[in-house]
């Protein structure tokens, strides 16, 4: 069964850091990219980059480069998503999707995590 | 940049939903996927290619258009139907990037 699991809710203070994971299971972890999405309360889906885990390859959003760090730990079949400096308008829900996976195209997020609350308070 | 239209569809059971989505540059490589999503859910892939339907979709969600003018239709709405729907262009950078997303209403 192809999974996906993402680390827990976490709630931070501004100016914290913070890194989150998913682990893939399932299939062929380090040969499908993986990428995170952000989505803000109450907003839509934004894409913050992608990372390919066989060779750690990453493509970041203008949005927000040099605002995370994506990384890969193929030995763990993990992604990560980091922050050094956290921000209150970083609250929101994050996930991580795989293109693919399910037999799809490179086109398209055929996979989901279940999504990791991150709140920011000030 | 993708703009979906109407923001809020508001439709009853039983009743055929089209959902807008327009892309302000020419789709290529037919990259152009749908997903629903429901509160407190991840989003589900429903089509993808513009016209395939991902694994275990009903068919009354279809998907159609070319070009800059894409569309959802759901033949015939069902109780389960009701959530948030967003369209997804691809290109080669790799980069995704959403539209702002159609409520389905009762």
């Known amino acids: 069964e192809v999974q996906l699991v993402q680390s827990g809710a976490e709630v931070k203070k501004s100016g914290e850091s913070l890194k989150i994971s998913c682990r893939g299971s399932?299939?062929?972890?380090?040969?499908?990219?993986i990428a995170w999405v952000r989505q803000k309360p109450g907003e839509g889906l934004e894409w913050m980059g992608i990372?390919?885990?066989?060779?750690?390859?990453?493509r970041y959003s203008p949005s927000f480069q040099g605002q995370v760090t994506i990384s890969a730990d193929k030995s763990t079949s993990s992604v990560y998503l980091e922050w050094s400096s956290l921000k209150a308008s970083d609250t929101g829900m994050y996930f991580c999707?795989?293109?693919?996976?399910?037999?799809?195209?490179?086109?398209?997020?055929?996979?989901w995590g279940q999504g990791t609350m991150v709140t920011v308070s000030s | 940049v993708l703009t979906q239209s109407p923001a809020i569809l508001s439709l009853s059971q039983g009743e055929r939903a089209t959902l807008s989505c327009k892309a302000s540059?020419?789709?290529?490589?037919?990259?152009l996927a749908w997903y629903q999503q429901k509160s407190g859910q991840a989003p589900r892939l429903l089509v993808y290619?513009?016209?395939t339907r991902a694994t275990g979709v009903p068919d009354r969600f279809r998907g159609g258009g070319s070009g800059t003018d894409f569309t959802l239709t759901i033949s015939s709405l069902e109780p389960e139907d009701y959530a948030v729907y967003y369209c997804q262009h691809y290109d080669h950078s790799p980069r995704y990037t959403f539209g702002q997303g159609t409520k389905l209403d009762i």
């Open positions: 399932g299939y062929n972890f380090p040969t499908y990219w």
């Open positions: 290619g513009i016209t």
């Open positions: 999707a795989s293109p693919g996976v399910m037999g799809s195209t490179p086109g398209a997020l055929d996979f």
């Open positions: 990372i390919y885990p066989r060779d750690s390859d990453t």
């Open positions: 540059q020419t789709v290529n490589s037919n990259y």
